[in-house]
Nanobody
């Protein structure tokens, strides 16, 4: 069992930056692929970014590519999402998620909500215009 806890959300003006953190506890967490999703009320949870256990491969949604950077520090069991050039449409609750079977994922499946086994409680990010 893996527990995930996000932090770092808050209120920021458009064009500003925030860094989200996701602390993972539990056996095997450092080998899992980790992802960030976001959700606004009334909409489905949306894929934002993913990073493999080694930290060498990363993937992004087109809407955040070039502005957001996902990284991880396995010594600290922590995953980060650096968000720059924030826009009002980035406003959402951001969730951290862990995929314990990354070898089974393809480019068609790794962005799916159902590909992740563990989820954090979420952290609110609000971008004002």
């Amino acid at each position: 069992q893996v527990q995930l806890e996000e932090s770092g959300g808050g209120l920021v003006q458009a064009g500003g930056s925030l860094r989200l953190s996701c602390a993972a506890s539990g056996r095997g967490a450092s080998s899992y692929a980790m992802g960030w999703f976001r959700q606004i009320p009334g909409k489905e949870r949306e894929f934002v970014a993913r990073i493999l256990g080694s930290g060498g491969s990363t993937y992004y949604a087109d809407s955040v590519k070039g502005r957001f950077t996902i990284s991880r520090d396995n010594a600290k069991n922590t995953v980060y999402l650096q968000m720059n050039s924030l826009k009002p449409e980035d406003t959402a609750v951001y969730y951290c998620a862990a995929d314990r079977n990354p070898a089974y994922r393809t480019t068609a499946t790794f962005a799916r909500f159902s590909s992740y086994d563990y989820w954090g409680q979420g952290t609110q990010v609000t971008v004002s215009s």
